[in-house]
């Protein structure tokens, strides 16, 4: 029986068309539901561990450790536990809402600055992994969010904080960025691989990253790097983001001759389950892209552009963004719907939303239509939100735009729905 994630689906669901699109929104959610995704991709038949199509031997292993950072990371910990009970022998997982765990330890985190309570938790898996030998297999939960939580020393830790709160302003993509977070740090970019060597790694990857770009999740603790100290710091000279201790990432073959990065989850796979949901409805069903990294302009312009009467429109994204005022409320989903309210037809029903239920708020984003547009031009200017990043304010006054999941505990970057009745 599928899931209902969103909780004020009553008040939001003013009209068939709405009523069509939270349907959609909610079989994406669905798709990527961690605990699911866990125990279809993850079998335990005698001491033999399947994952996906690998097989791991644990009788072959002296001990079988857990490492888990980012917004996945404690519901798949829990699904872990159950699914191998005694065969764990310890772990610790960071993410942002804490599991009741037998053999795992868990710890909530903050993320998107990293912080000191983060680097508590990356002591005790450093303390964990410190005798670590080629008798012993690792599983990591790497999932969206971890570049925050996943922080191994105080220096990555002020570093990270600087980065983000000055990238922040450049409006420039998630990659970027996460390149330059690997160049800060000990664990990033392979180097958590390098820590591990010689044991066994399997690396279960829940991407949060538009399009499935694994090495960029967390930013890739277990996967060999190809950027340099040099890309990075050309990177930091274009957008003047100050001086940064840069490290280099490893290269050796060596240390990843041993990991097995297995990617269980992407935005694809919700975009995929939202398309067959739309079409078993009986409606035509397009995906514009599943790496729309771009500003809201051209965003909204590829969503529209691909609508026609009865056609469901489908994006994986998360946008660019430059964030020149402080103090309004809501992230890139309120903005991009609000947005959107300046480009609408009086046909037209859009969505936008993060899959992990918080967008930069305790909602998940936002729906909006004919009738948000004429609450909106009936009591409040809209470019006023806009400037101010305030879509979240906006939609308390139109009263019946804001979606509510709460955490879903699942991350594969964001939705896209637009119909076009």
Not at 309 to 331: A, F, M, Y
């Amino acid at each position: 029986m599928p899931k209902t994630y969103i909780t004020n689906r009553e008040q939001i669901a003013t009209t068939k068309e709405r009523q069509l699109v939270l349907d959609i929104a909610e079989a994406g959610l669905n798709a990527i539901d961690t605990d699911s995704v866990m125990r279809k991709f993850i079998k335990l038949d005698g001491r033999t561990i399947t994952v996906k199509d690998q097989t791991f031997d644990l009788s072959k292993y002296k001990r079988v450790l857990v490492l888990g950072f980012g917004k996945a990371s404690g519901k798949a910990a829990k699904s872990l536990d159950d699914i191998l009970g005694n065969e764990i022998t310890d772990g610790v997982v960071i993410s942002l809402k804490k599991s009741d765990c037998k053999h795992i330890r868990t710890y909530v985190g903050t993320h998107p600055l990293p912080s000191l309570e983060n680097l508590q938790v990356a002591e005790q898996m450093a303390e964990l992994i410190k005798n670590i030998s080629e008798g012993d297999l690792v599983i990591c939960l790497v999932s969206g969010g971890g570049s925050a939580l996943l922080t191994w020393t105080k220096e990555e830790c002020d570093q990270g904080v600087k980065l983000y709160n000055n990238y922040l302003k450049t409006g420039d993509d998630i990659m970027d960025l996460d390149m330059l977070r690997k160049h800060i740090s000990a664990a990033k970019g392979g180097g958590l691989a390098k820590m591990l060597h010689p044991a066994t790694v399997i690396g279960l990857i829940f991407s949060d990253v538009a399009g499935g770009h694994d090495n960029f999740v967390s930013s890739g603790p277990t996967f060999k790097d190809d950027s340099t100290v040099a890309d990075a710091q050309a990177i930091i000279n274009k957008y003047q983001l100050g001086d940064f201790i840069l490290n280099e990432t490893p290269k050796e073959d060596k240390y990843f001759e041993h990991i097995h990065n297995i990617t269980l989850v992407s935005n694809v796979t919700a975009l995929d389950a939202m398309k067959k949901t739309a079409e078993n409805l009986g409606h035509k069903a397009v995906i514009v892209s599943a790496e729309l990294y771009d500003p809201p302009h051209a965003t909204m312009q590829k969503m529209l552009d691909a609508a026609q009467p009865g056609t469901i429109v489908l994006g994986g994204s998360e946008i660019k963004l430059t964030v020149t005022k402080s103090g309004g409320r809501g992230g890139r989903n309120t903005y991009l719907a609000t947005f959107a309210l300046l480009h609408l037809t009086h046909q037209d029903t859009f969505l936008a939303m993060d899959s992990d239920g918080l967008d930069n708020s305790d909602c998940a984003g936002a729906i909006v239509d004919a009738q948000t547009k004429e609450a909106a031009h009936n009591k409040i200017q809209i470019t006023d939100y806009l400037e101010n990043f305030d879509g979240y304010s906006l939609f308390e006054k139109t009263g019946h735009e804001l979606i509510f999941t709460g955490p879903t505990e699942a991350n594969v970057s964001d939705y896209l729905i637009l119909y076009r009745k």
